[in-house]
């Protein structure tokens, strides 16, 4: 199994908190990802890191942050949550193009 | 923007009986690629496909990289409680770097 973790698992928080979910690889992939999964949508990307401090926007983007200041660490923020961004979130990694690993998910609940 | 359209949106079998879903675009796609997701866990790659026409297989599955390179197929054979879960597809296209677009997913139930 590629060694990723996302903490935290699980969280609720109220509307207009700030929330930070990490995730963390021990792979050494170049790719780093942050995708959204909701019933009806499948996954879609929100952002995704091609190296450190390089990031760039997915789809559904908007109300979202990433930060990747380490290979191995890639940061999702959303700066003040809101109850359309109740998800399960998952992290992904990769070195080749379209293989991806996924972590097991972050199940986020916004009040 | 891209969309891929997966079908069926669920399906319940019985055991041991083949099983076939497909997913289609109206752009081309130059990878595709086909996850499963058990339930409470992230999605596992079952096989990739890099070339129009390719046909893969592993173990039980056999997947199709469409000759048009707007579709895909998968299909499972002799069906297993185990095969429970939901089936994406997913294609990459070249101008769009290492994203994925996934399709909305198959949820699986197979009957004992």
Redesign the interface.
């Known amino acids: 199994d590629a060694g990723i973790t996302q903490s935290p698992r699980h969280k609720v928080t109220e509307t207009g908190t700030p929330v930070t979910l990490r995730c963390h690889q021990t792979e050494n992939h170049r790719?780093m990802y942050w995708?959204r999964q909701d019933p009806?949508?499948?996954?879609?990307?929100i952002h995704?890191s091609?190296g450190v401090k390089d990031t760039d926007k997915?789809?559904v983007s908007d109300g979202y942050s990433v930060s990747r200041s380490k290979t191995e660490d890639f940061l999702l923020t959303l700066e003040s949550a809101t109850s359309s961004q109740t998800s399960v979130y998952?992290c992904?990694i990769?070195e080749k193009?379209?293989?991806?690993?996924?972590?097991?998910?972050s199940r986020l609940t916004v009040l | 923007g891209q969309q891929l359209n997966q079908s069926p949106q669920s399906m319940f079998i019985q055991e041991g009986e083949d099983v076939s879903m497909n997913c289609t675009s109206s752009s081309i796609f130059n990878t595709w690629l086909w996850y499963k997701q058990d339930p409470g866990e992230g999605p596992v790659l079952l096989i990739a496909l890099y070339k129009a026409g390719e046909l893969t297989s592993n173990g039980r599955l056999t997947a199709q990289f469409g000759i048009t390179r707007k579709d895909s197929f998968l299909n499972i054979s002799a069906s297993i409680p185990s095969d429970v879960g939901i089936y994406f597809c997913a294609g990459q296209r070249r101008e769009y770097g290492n994203k994925l677009v996934f399709g909305a997913g198959t949820i699986l139930r197979v009957k004992s």
Not at chain 1, 97 to 105: I, K, N, R, V
């Open positions: 790719y995708y009806g949508h499948g996954l879609r990307l995704y091609y997915g789809e998952f992904a990769s193009a379209g293989e991806l690993f996924f972590g097991e998910g």
